[in-house]
C-alpha cells in the first residue's frame, strides 16, 4: 500500500514537472484577502521585452547582462525600452501588440528593508497565461492559469535594497490549457490583475471559512488555517456589530475549527448586509466584510435564505467596452454591474472564468448574486495526462478566493463540453466531487448545450446533469438552430425532471443601429430580428418546467477575433447593448421581461 502512494506520489511529481517545466517550483497556495494585509502595490509601468519570437529564453534575459568590457554587447535590455501599464492587459496598450499571442518579459524594481522575524510574498492576482517569475536572475517559480492568484515566498531571495523582479508572460494557446485552443472571447495576455508584495509575521492567517453552515440562517460552520511555524494558537472571531467574541485554538497543523451562531440579518439582493468580520491569531490580525447567506435547491425551486427566488440574470465578459481592453479596476466593475442592474437583473454569470475581484466585490455590495465560473471551455483535452491536475488546481485556487464571498452562489464547473469528447464526463464528475468537498455550501452546476431540438420539442439528456444542482443550459432557438413551430407551442422534455432549470444563454446577434432591411433574415444583422429572439424565447419560457432563471448572451457587444463578418468586425455582437454604450431594441424586452417578473 505504501509502495503504492509513494509511486504515485512520484507519478504525481513527474507530471508536475513536466507540466510546469524544469527547474521550476509551483507556485504556492496564495493567501486569501490581500488587501487587508500588509501589502505593497507593484502596479504601475514596468519595463518591458516584446518577444513573440521567444528568443528571450536562450539570451536568459533574466540575468540583465550588462557588458564589462567595451568589446561586449547584449542584444537586449529593459531600460530605455517601453513600458507598460500594470494591471492590464498588453494587446491593448501598444497598437503592435493588438493581436499579440506570445511572449512579453516584465521587470519591475522595488526596495526592501529585511526585516529579522518577517516572511515575504510576492502576490499576483492574475497573470494570462502563463507565468515564469524571477528574483535578482534566480528562478522562483512557475503558475498556470489566466484568472486566479498565485504567490511565492521571496523571503529567502529579497535582498536588502534594490531587487529585481521579471516575469515571463506567454499568452500562447495551449492544446491542453484551460481553456484550450478554441474559444469565443479575446485572448488578453500580460499581468492583467494586482502585483502586491506582502509581509507578514513568522506565522500568518493564511485562509479561513466563514460562512452559514448549509440550511442554516445563524450558525457558521467554518475553519482558519494558518501557515508557519508555531501553529498551535489561540484564535478569535469577532463581528463587533453583532457583539460577537468567538474563541478556540488552532491544532498542531495549524487549523481551527469554527463554530457559533448569531442572529445575521441575511444578505440578498434587495438587501446586501455585510458585516465587519475580525480574525486574529496570536501573530496576525485581517479584517474582512462578509454577508451571511443560505443557498439551496429544494425540489425543483432555488432557493435563497429559505425563499424560493427566480433568477434574472445576464452573461457578463471581463471586458471594459469602451476601453476594448480587460476590465482591471474598481471603476470597470462598477461600469459592467451598474448596467447589470438597470436591466434588472439579480445575478451576473462571470463568463467564461473567474473575474476580479472588483467584480466579485461590488456585485456582492450592489446586491447581485455571483456566478462563477471555470474556464473548461467546449474543446477541453480531458483525455491528456496533465488536464485532470491542472483542472484540480484551477478549482481549488477559484474557490479559495471567494470562498467567503456570499454573492457567489453558484461554482460552474464547465461550458459547452461535449458528451462525445475522451473522459470528459468522467473528469467532469471527478471535479465535480472535488468542488463539494471544497465547498458544500454552494450550488455546483454545468452548462450543456447538446440537447435535443425535433418537431418543435426540445429535449434535455446529458447525463451530466445529475451531477449538478440545476440543469443550466445554452439554447439558441432562433439563432444558430432555427424555430419548428410557434415558440407558444414548443414541447420541453426532461430526463432530469426533479430540478431547476436555468437559461444561462440565449439570444442572437444585431448590430445597433442596423435598424433597416428584413426582419426576417438573420443575415441583414437587424435589432429587430434579435428582438424578435427575444419576444420569441420569452413565450417558450412560459412551457419549460421547472424554469428558475434566465440568463441572456449577453450584456455588451464584446471583442471575439473569430467573429469575420465585416458587421461584426471582429465583434460577438450578440450584445443587449453596443461596445459604445448603445442599448438595442432586444435589452428593452429583457428589461421589461425582469420588470415583469418582480412582484411574482
Ligand atoms: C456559446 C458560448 C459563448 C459563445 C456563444 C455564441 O454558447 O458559451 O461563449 O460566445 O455561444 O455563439 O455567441
Not at 270 to 291: A, Q
Not at 401 to 406: A, F, H, I, K
Amino acid at each position: 500500500m505504501n509502495n503504492f502512494k509513494t509511486n504515485i506520489a512520484k507519478r504525481i511529481r513527474l507530471v508536475l514537472f513536466f507540466a510546469l517545466g524544469a527547474n521550476a517550483v509551483s507556485s504556492q497556495t496564495a493567501m486569501i484577502n490581500i488587501l487587508s494585509r500588509n501589502a505593497t502595490s507593484l502596479n504601475g509601468n514596468w519595463n518591458v521585452i516584446l518577444d513573440p519570437l521567444g528568443g528571450g529564453e536562450w539570451r536568459q534575459v533574466w540575468l540583465e547582462k550588462k557588458p564589462t568590457l567595451k568589446t561586449d554587447f547584449f542584444e537586449y535590455s529593459f531600460e530605455g525600452g517601453p513600458q507598460l501599464k500594470v494591471p492590464g492587459d498588453f494587446n491593448s496598450q501598444m497598437p503592435e501588440l493588438t493581436y499579440l499571442e506570445g511572449t512579453v518579459w516584465y521587470k519591475k524594481e522595488f526596495r526592501y528593508t529585511v526585516t529579522a522575524g518577517k516572511r515575504l510574498f510576492v502576490h499576483f492576482g492574475a497573470v494570462n497565461y502563463l507565468a515564469d517569475v524571477y528574483l535578482n536572475g534566480e528562478k522562483i517559480g512557475v503558475h498556470e492559469g489566466g484568472f486566479t492568484p498565485f504567490q511565492f515566498e521571496i523571503t529567502t531571495n529579497v535582498k536588502e535594497g534594490a531587487n529585481s523582479l521579471i516575469v515571463k508572460v506567454d499568452n500562447k494557446r495551449l492544446k491542453n490549457g484551460l481553456p484550450g485552443i478554441g474559444y469565443d472571447w479575446f485572448n488578453y495576455g500580460g499581468i492583467t490583475r494586482d502585483v502586491h508584495l506582502v509581509e507578514t509575521g513568522a506565522t500568518y492567517i493564511e485562509d479561513y471559512h466563514i460562512q452559514l453552515r448549509k440550511g442554516s440562517s445563524k450558525e457558521v460552520l467554518g475553519w482558519i488555517k494558518l501557515n508557519g511555524e508555531g501553529k498551535q494558537q489561540r484564535i478569535k472571531v469577532r463581528i463587533p456589530e453583532l457583539g460577537l467574541k468567538y474563541s478556540t485554538k488552532s491544532d498542531n497543523s495549524g487549523v481551527a475549527k469554527l463554530n457559533f451562531s448569531s442572529a445575521f440579518k441575511l444578505w440578498s439582493p434587495d438587501s446586501p448586509k455585510l458585516y465587519k468580520v475580525v480574525v486574529e491569531c496570536e501573530t496576525d490580525t485581517i479584517e474582512d466584510e462578509i454577508g451571511f447567506r443560505n443557498i439551496e435547491v429544494k425540489g425543483s425551486k432555488i432557493v435563497l435564505n429559505g425563499k424560493p427566488i427566480f433568477i434574472k440574470a445576464v452573461n457578463i465578459h471581463e471586458e471594459n467596452p469602451y476601453k476594448r481592453a480587460r476590465a482591471i479596476s474598481q471603476d470597470d466593475a462598477v461600469l459592467l454591474l451598474d448596467q447589470a442592474k438597470e436591466l434588472g437583473c439579480n445575478l451576473v454569470r462571470l463568463a467564461h472564468y473567474p473575474h476580479n475581484e472588483y467584480m466579485v466585490k461590488q456585485a456582492e455590495k450592489m446586491g447581485l448574486m455571483v456566478w462563477s465560473e471555470l474556464p473548461v471551455y467546449q474543446h477541453i483535452e480531458f483525455a491528456d495526462s496533465v488536464v485532470p491536475l491542472k483542472l484540480e488546481t484551477m478549482l481549488k485556487e477559484m474557490v479559495r478566493r471567494d470562498r467567503n464571498r456570499c454573492a457567489v452562489v453558484v461554482w460552474s464547473l464547465s461550458n459547452e463540453t461535449y458528451t462525445g469528447t475522451p473522459k470528459r464526463t468522467e473528469e467532469l464528475i471527478s471535479l465535480t466531487e472535488k468542488c463539494k468537498a471544497l465547498d458544500s455550501t454552494r450550488l455546483i452546476t454545468h452548462v450543456i448545450n447538446d440537447q435535443g431540438y425535433k418537431n418543435n420539442t426540445f429535449s434535455v439528456w446529458d447525463t451530466l446533469y445529475r451531477y449538478s444542482d440545476i440543469i443550466a443550459l445554452n439554447e439558441y432557438i432562433g439563432w444558430y438552430i432555427p424555430w419548428q413551430g410557434s415558440p407558444t407551442e414548443t414541447k420541453w422534455e426532461t430526463a432530469f425532471p426533479d430540478k431547476p432549470v436555468f437559461i444561462s444563454e440565449f439570444g442572437g446577434e444585431a448590430l445597433y443601429g442596423s435598424k433597416h432591411g428584413p426582419t426576417d433574415e438573420a443575415a441583414s444583422w437587424t435589432e429587430e430580428y434579435q428582438e424578435k429572439i427575444y419576444t420569441d424565447q420569452i413565450k417558450m419560457f412560459k412551457n419549460i418546467p421547472n424554469l428558475s432563471g434566465v440568463c441572456p448572451w449577453l450584456l455588451f457587444d464584446y471583442r471575439s477575433i473569430g467573429r469575420m463578418h465585416p458587421l461584426q468586425n471582429g465583434y460577438n455582437r450578440k450584445g443587449l447593448i453596443s461596445e459604445k454604450g448603445e442599448k438595442k431594441k432586444a435589452w428593452h424586452v429583457m428589461q421589461k421581461y425582469f420588470n415583469s417578473l418582480n412582484n411574482k
